[in-house]
């Protein structure tokens, strides 16, 4: 079950282009600047979320084009096709709307047919940026298996945000009103909690099970930033009202939550290891959870320019371990060179200027 084909309309610097009879592996080569990146962008788009780069969406639509976008793939699911697409209207340019077999459809429902995962050069400083990337990594993990949990964070979102502007008001907040908005910061809030502790067990589990080498193996906890429990959290937040007050925003519950990193072996802070131990750790994790997701659920792992930054050995090692998983692979790269262990079993284009041209 995977991704047959995909096509971009005014993406990017894509006018239009198709990938049609798309295999296990996808090889898009093409110098730098070619568009191969944003084919990637466009797939991360067929799931919920602001997609791979998180870019506003009016960066998206092409230079010179309508003003819109669209991205479509025809999803293989057994002996049937499952037609995906998002689109962005040039008459409402500030709204990405889906599509599933035709009819319109929430953008959380785009989570149910399809898990999106991805690795990116930008996220080589996944450990030692702040924790709001991390916080982000993580929720793309929980969100591939549970779509669900998008639900629960855009409801998070718009009451964190409602409390911290009642809490930056000079005048004191009716107490009802901000219990009412602490009640639902704490339902939404407990259930992000009680998925994002879920998912770093499992996938702490799975991880004991992997060696040592050719990949770091990481160590991982998580500080939730508040309970699990939504009546303890909601007590917590009424609690908390003073200092929050004083800060002029809330300063405990999940949108506080890290994901704590360590490199096995070592006990070392991720964020202190070599470049290289890091970019191994985050395979490790991403390979890890490919490997929880079940197996009647299509996944699609986008990895952008990884080979070029593994040596021979890790790189072979990379390409085994996506073989024995169940996701269909994407990947980018300048050259040919990298590629040449699955060359031979993968559908390969090659990427100018934003035109496509199949070689394999």
Same mark, same amino acid.
């Given at each position: 079950?995977?991704?047959?084909?995909?096509?971009?309309?005014?993406?990017?610097?894509?006018?239009?282009?198709?990938?049609?009879?798309?295999?296990?592996?996808?090889?898009?080569?093409?110098?730098?600047?070619?568009?191969?990146?944003?084919?990637?962008?466009?797939?991360?788009?067929?799931?919920?979320?602001?997609?791979?780069?998180?870019?506003?969406?009016? +960066?998206?639509?092409?230079?010179?084009?309508?003003?819109?976008?669209?991205?479509?793939?025809?999803?293989?699911?057994?002996?049937?096709?499952? $037609?995906?697409?998002?689109?962005?209207?040039?008459?409402?340019?500030?709204? $990405?709307?889906? *599509?599933?077999?035709?009819?319109?459809?929430?953008?959380?429902?785009?989570?149910?047919?399809?898990?999106?995962?991805?690795?990116?050069?930008?996220?080589?400083?996944?450990?030692?940026?702040?924790?709001?990337? $991390?916080?982000?990594?993580?929720?793309?993990?929980?969100?591939?298996?549970?779509?669900?949990?998008?639900?629960?964070?855009?409801?998070?979102?718009?009451?964190?945000?409602?409390?911290?502007?009642?809490?930056?008001?000079?005048?004191?907040?009716?107490?009802?009103?901000?219990?009412?908005?602490?009640?639902?910061?704490?339902?939404?809030?407990?259930?992000?909690?009680?998925?994002?502790?879920?998912?770093?067990?499992?996938?702490?589990?799975?991880?004991?099970?992997?060696?040592?080498?050719?990949?770091?193996?990481?160590?991982?906890?998580?500080?939730?930033?508040?309970?699990?429990?939504?009546?303890?959290?909601?007590?917590?937040?009424?609690?908390?009202?003073?200092?929050?007050?004083?800060?002029?925003?809330?300063?405990?519950?999940?949108?506080?939550?890290?994901?704590?990193?360590?490199?096995?072996?070592?006990?070392?802070?991720?964020?202190?290891?070599?470049?290289? +131990?890091?970019?191994?750790?985050?395979?490790?994790?991403?390979?890890?959870?490919?490997?929880?997701?079940?197996?009647?659920?299509?996944?699609?792992?986008?990895?952008?320019?990884?080979?070029?930054?593994?040596?021979?050995?890790?790189?072979?090692?990379?390409?085994? *371990?996506?073989?024995?998983?169940?996701?269909?692979?994407?990947?980018?790269?300048?050259?040919?060179?990298?590629?040449?262990?699955? +060359?031979?079993?993968?559908?390969?284009?090659?990427?100018?200027?934003?035109?496509?041209?199949?070689?394999?």
């Amino acid at each position: 079950m995977a991704l047959a084909s995909l096509t971009l309309s005014d993406f990017r610097n894509h006018a239009h282009s198709e990938f049609a009879d798309a295999r296990r592996f996808n090889l898009l080569l093409g110098e730098n600047g070619a568009g191969k990146t944003n084919a990637l962008e466009a797939i991360s788009l067929l799931s919920p979320g602001r997609g791979m780069r998180r870019a506003a969406l009016g +960066e998206m639509a092409r230079d010179g084009g309508t003003g819109g976008l669209a991205v479509g793939a025809d999803l293989r699911v057994g002996d049937d096709i499952v $037609r995906l697409g998002t689109r962005i209207d040039p008459a409402r340019p500030g709204r $990405r709307t889906a *599509r599933i077999n035709g009819a319109d459809a929430p953008l959380a429902r785009l989570g149910e047919w399809l898990g999106v995962l991805w690795l990116t050069p930008a996220m080589d400083r996944l450990f030692t940026e702040s924790p709001g990337g $991390r916080r982000r990594f993580l929720d793309r993990l929980v969100l591939a298996l549970e779509p669900g949990h998008a639900h629960h964070a855009t409801r998070y979102e718009t009451a964190l945000r409602e409390r911290n502007r009642l809490l930056a008001d000079d005048a004191l907040p009716d107490p009802v009103w901000m219990a009412g908005i602490e009640a639902q910061l704490a339902e939404h809030g407990a259930a992000m909690n009680f998925s994002r502790a879920a998912l770093v067990g499992r996938l702490s589990r799975a991880l004991a099970q992997l060696p040592e080498e050719p990949f770091a193996r990481p160590d991982i906890a998580l500080d939730q930033g508040g309970s699990d429990d939504a009546d303890a959290l909601r007590e917590a937040l009424a609690a908390h009202r003073p200092r929050d007050r004083s800060a002029g925003r809330t300063l405990i519950g999940p949108h506080r939550a890290d994901l704590l990193v360590h490199m096995a072996g070592k006990d070392r802070p991720a964020g202190d290891c070599s470049t290289g +131990e890091q970019k191994a750790m985050l395979i490790a994790l991403v390979l890890a959870h490919a490997g929880l997701m079940p197996k009647d659920r299509p996944l699609v792992l986008l990895l952008d320019e990884v080979a070029a930054h593994l040596d021979p050995e890790r790189r072979a090692a990379l390409f085994d *371990r996506l073989r024995d998983g169940q996701a269909q692979v994407w990947l980018t790269g300048t050259e040919r060179a990298p590629f040449a262990e699955i +060359e031979a079993e993968a559908a390969r284009w090659d990427v100018s200027a934003g035109s496509v041209e199949r070689r394999s």
